[in-house]
C-alpha cells in the first residue's frame, strides 16, 4: 500500500476530501517524526509504538574490498507492534 493508496482509504471510510486526509495524515506524520527527533516514543493503542534505538559502533566489511570498516554509532527508528496487530495478522 503506497501513500496514496492509505490517503483514498482514509478519505473513503471517514467521509472526508482526499486533500483533508493527506493532510491529517501528513500531520501524523510530522507529529511522530518530531517526537521521534526529541527522543519520545510513540504509543498507538491497539496499533503499538514507534521509538528511538542506540546502535553502538561496530566493525563491518566492505562489500567492494572486503577492507575492515567501523561503522559509527546511530540513532535508528523502531517499531513494535502491540499484541492486537500481531493477533490480527495471524
Known amino acids: ?3 496514496a493508496d492509505l490517503v483514498a482509504k482514509m478519505a473513503s ?3 472526508m476530501t482526499k486533500a483533508a486526509a493527506e493532510k ?3 500531520g501524523f506524520l510530522v507529529g511522530v ?5 526529541r527522543g519520545q516514543s510513540v504509543t498507538l493503542v491497539g496499533f503499538g509504538t514507534f ?7 561496530r566493525k563491518g566489511r566492505n562489500p567492494r574490498t572486503g577492507l575492515p570498516i567501523t561503522i559509527p554509532a546511530a540513532k535508528v ?8 496487530l500481531k493477533k490480527a495478522i495471524r
Not at 51 to 57: E, F, G, H, I, L
Request: hydrophobic letters at 25%.
Open 1 to 3: 500500500m503506497t501513500k
Open 13 to 15: 471510510s471517514s467521509g
Open 33 to 37: 517524526r518530531n517526537s521521534l527527533k
Open 51 to 57: 521509538n528511538v534505538a542506540r546502535r553502538k559502533t
Open 24 to 26: 491529517a495524515l501528513n
Open 77 to 84: 527508528p523502531k517499531f513494535r507492534p502491540s499484541q492486537e
